[in-house]
């Protein structure tokens, strides 16, 4: 009786300290912490579950602002441009202040630049990159951005040319010279073309 009434406590103590981890891994602070964990981990997956679950029992917490961006950046960096963009447009949408979107705009500018990773296929995601580029350079003309849109921008009309040039040569080989004209460019000079890897290149013409 007296060791049971000694433990007493201890078992009181662990009961409530048991309550309150369950508390708070159930709660705003605890979820946006799972988030943290699984990401480190690399547990992608998992932390798209969780920022659901904290958007479902906590719309209004202080922590979806950042856990967007924590999201934004890992997908990034894991390369799944679509769910970086993604987060990065609700981002945006629900929390950006007037001064962060030029930097959301062009962080959406630099994802569409990364994805293109097929030099010399389509062209309708390349020209769509160059009407992205500069329709920055209108809206944004005072962006601190502006040299790493201008520095995209080159690149992609380079890449249009070299993409001309390749379609051009097809269809004058096809005898296609009516279609062959649309594509018809000059290349600049001492300019390189995109690099892309042996066994990609298996696939082109």
């Known amino acids: 009786m ?20 369950e508390k708070t891994a159930n709660s705003a602070l605890g979820i946006h912490n799972q988030i943290y964990k699984a990401l ?9 579950n969780y920022l659901l679950d904290l958007e479902a029992a906590f719309p209004g917490s202080i922590y979806i602002k950042e856990d967007l961006l924590m999201l934004f950046y890992a997908h990034l960096k894991n390369e ?16 950006a202040t007037p001064q ?17 990773q097929n030099s010399y296929t389509n062209e309708g995601k390349i020209l769509n990159l160059i009407k992205e580029c500069e329709n920055y350079r209108l809206q944004y003309p ?22 001309y040039a390749k379609i051009y040569k097809l269809y004058k080989k096809e005898g296609k010279i009516k279609a062959a004209q649309k594509y018809k460019t ?6 390189k073309p995109p690099v892309i890897p042996w066994y990609k290149k298996l696939f082109y013409w």
Do not use: H
């Open 186 to 191: 000059t290349l600049p000079k001492d300019s």
């Open 2 to 21: 007296r060791k049971i009434i000694f433990l007493l406590p201890f078992l009181l103590f662990l009961a409530c300290s048991n309550k309150t981890a």
């Open 142 to 163: 005072n962006s601190d951005f502006l040299y790493e849109v201008n520095t995209i921008y080159m690149k992609a009309l380079l890449t249009k040319k070299y993409l």
């Open 80 to 95: 799944d441009f679509q769910l970086a963009k993604f987060y990065l447009n609700q981002y945006e949408k629900r929390f």
């Open 40 to 48: 480190k981990n690399g547990y992608y997956d998992n932390a798209d």
């Open 100 to 116: 962060e979107i030029p930097w959301c705009e062009y962080q959406k500018i630099k994802i569409d630049f990364l994805s293109y």
